[in-house]
Structures are given as structure tokens and as C-alpha cells.
């Protein structure tokens, strides 16, 4: 088995790179045994494995590109054993580009109620977030907001990589990033993903209105009034453009958009007679911050009429 190869350099990790074409390789076999080294299917040559059973072995230099090494033990009696592991290293003695500008694939908010994957040019009250995107495989990825230096993050052999963002402030943030290759190339930026951070809650809503439009009672129902229709409308502000959710107690019977003017209406559906629904509404913005009215009960009673 490999164990690890080195170059001028130190230490060549499996499917890393170097510029050095002559490699010292190092492995472990039975003692006393001889290991056939192999690049490919090339033989390159032998070594002794010592009472330790420890072995090294230098190529010849190699040419450019990827070489597959493993390595077959052979015992005194003669019987082989299977080629080991593979271990995979490009050699680059020509100088190279730059490599291609790493992609920020997702950025992920894990607080609730919006949890999830956060847009291009989309908001989250997340002040940790968790961006991920792909690269040159085995490479660095250095990552910015703006001109401002975030951190760095390692890519896998797939080029895939995480990088968790150190808490930031409210307001406008462009994250973008480069990579740096094994043989030490750095990209420019790549394309930057626009995201907005809002952790402030939203003006709490307000329900202005109960309204009863069946019956012999109809129009406005009080705070802590009755009505004899089933079937209510609710009516309120909140701010622009936002969700406002509405709850009898703890339990969501729907929701509506408010209009540009902040006028939000829902229609509830059938209510139970003899029931005292205290209704509540909750606005949540585009970022999942959220704000709740004063509780506005009404008791359904088919059989009440005013006096």
C-alpha cells in the first residue's frame, strides 16, 4: 500500500498536484517482500520492503498530467499480492491559467419561520448564514461581502464547498468568491449573489374590523360582541407587501396579502355556534420577521338578535 508521495514541495496529497515530475513514493508491505510499483498499467520499477515492512521507491520524472499510482507486494515464495489503493497525483511543470471563478450555488438560512434556501436578491432575518457552491476540486475558496474578506473554505474532490458566514449586520450584502487551485492559481471573483438581512420585526398589524353580512344583526361587531353570522370578515393594517396570518388563539385559520396600502381582508370560513373566537392577526415580512395584533373576540350566536 501507499502510504504517501512527496515531491520538492513535501507532502503531495492523494488527487493533489505538483510541480515536481521525479516523486518519492512511501508505503508499507510484508517484510522482506518486493513491491512492484505501478502508474497505471506501467510498470515503473521495484522496491524492498524492510523488517518493518516499510518501502520507498523514486520514479524517473514523469511527465505532465495525471498519474494513478499502486502498488503489488510479491512474498519470497513468489505469490502476489492484490494492487493497493490508488493514489492520484497530477504533475504540472508548465505554469497554468487562472482556474475557473468558483460558483455560490445556495445560500441557506436555518431560522424559522422562513428557513430554507434564501433567493438572488431575496431577504432572511439570519444573521449566520451558510453559503455553498462548487470550484476546482481540492482547491481554497476565499470568500468576500463586497470588498470585505469573510473567510476561506477548502473544496472536496468534487469541488463542492461550505463556508459558514460570521454573523453580519442588517442591510445589503453581495457575497462573491475566489478560488485558488492545488498548484497555488487564483481566480477572479466570481459572479456575486445579492442577498438582504433584515432582523427587525415588521409595525405590528391591526384589526380594524369583524363584519357580519348575514342575519338580522349585520355591520361592524364590537370587540367582545356577538354576531348571528357564521361566516365573518376581517379587516386591518399592516405594512405593504406583507403576509398577515390570522389565528383564533394559537390555532392559523388562513392568511391574506395586504395591498400597497397596507388594507389586508379574510373571509373566514364556517364558525361554530356558541363558540367565542378570539381572532388574532400576524404579519410576517419578506425575511420571516414577525408581529402580532391585539386579540379581537367575537362570539358566534345564530340566535341572538339586538334588542
Excluded: C
Excluded at 68 to 81: L, R, Y
Excluded at 112 to 120: C, D, R, S
Excluded at 289 to 297: E, G, K, L, R
Amino acid at each position: 500500500m501507499i502510504d504517501r508521495v512527496t515531491g520538492d514541495g513535501g507532502l503531495v496529497s492523494n488527487s493533489g498536484a505538483t510541480y515536481d515530475p521525479g516523486l518519492m513514493l512511501i508505503g508499507h508491505a510484508q517484510a522482506g517482500g518486493t513491491v512492484t510499483v505501478f502508474d497505471g498499467k506501467n510498470s515503473l520499477g521495484t522496491a524492498t520492503a524492510g523488517a518493518a515492512g516499510r518501502w520507498i521507491f523514486l520514479t524517473h520524472d514523469l511527465d505532465d498530467g495525471k498519474h494513478v499510482f499502486t502498488a503489488q507486494a510479491t512474498d519470497a515464495d513468489g505469490n502476489a499480492s492484490e494492487a493497493g489503493d490508488r493514489y492520484t497525483v497530477a504533475i504540472v511543470t508548465q505554469p497554468l491559467g487562472p482556474p475557473t471563478p468558483p460558483t455560490i450555488e445556495s445560500v441557506m438560512d436555518d431560522v424559522e419561520p422562513l428557513a430554507g434556501v434564501v433567493g438572488k436578491r431575496g431577504a432572511t432575518n439570519d444573521s449566520h448564514l451558510v453559503l455553498s457552491g462548487k470550484a476546482e476540486p481540492n482547491g481554497r475558496v476565499e470568500l468576500f461581502d463586497g470588498d470585505l474578506g469573510l473567510g476561506k473554505a477548502l473544496t472536496d474532490a468534487r469541488g463542492v464547498w461550505y463556508f459558514g458566514v460570521p454573523a453580519v449586520k442588517d442591510g445589503d450584502h453581495v457575497f462573491k468568491a475566489t478560488t485558488t487551485d492545488a498548484s497555488g492559481n487564483t481566480s477572479v471573483l466570481g459572479s456575486g449573489y445579492p442577498v438582504t438581512l433584515d432582523t427587525q420585526p415588521p409595525s405590528a398589524p391591526s384589526i380594524d374590523a369583524v363584519t357580519d353580512d348575514a342575519g338580522s344583526v349585520q355591520g361592524k361587531v364590537a370587540r367582545q360582541g356577538r354576531s348571528d353570522d357564521a361566516l365573518l370578515v376581517l379587516s386591518g393594517k399592516a405594512e405593504a407587501g406583507v403576509t398577515v396570518d390570522v389565528f383564533d388563539g394559537a390555532d392559523r385559520l388562513g392568511s391574506a396579502l395586504t395591498d400597497p396600502a397596507g388594507q389586508w381582508r379574510y373571509a373566514t370560513g364556517a364558525l361554530r355556534n356558541g363558540v367565542t373566537y378570539a381572532f388574532k392577526a400576524k404579519a410576517m415580512d419578506e425575511a420571516g420577521n414577525t408581529a402580532a395584533s391585539d386579540s379581537y373576540p367575537v362570539t358566534i350566536d345564530t340566535a341572538w338578535r339586538r334588542v
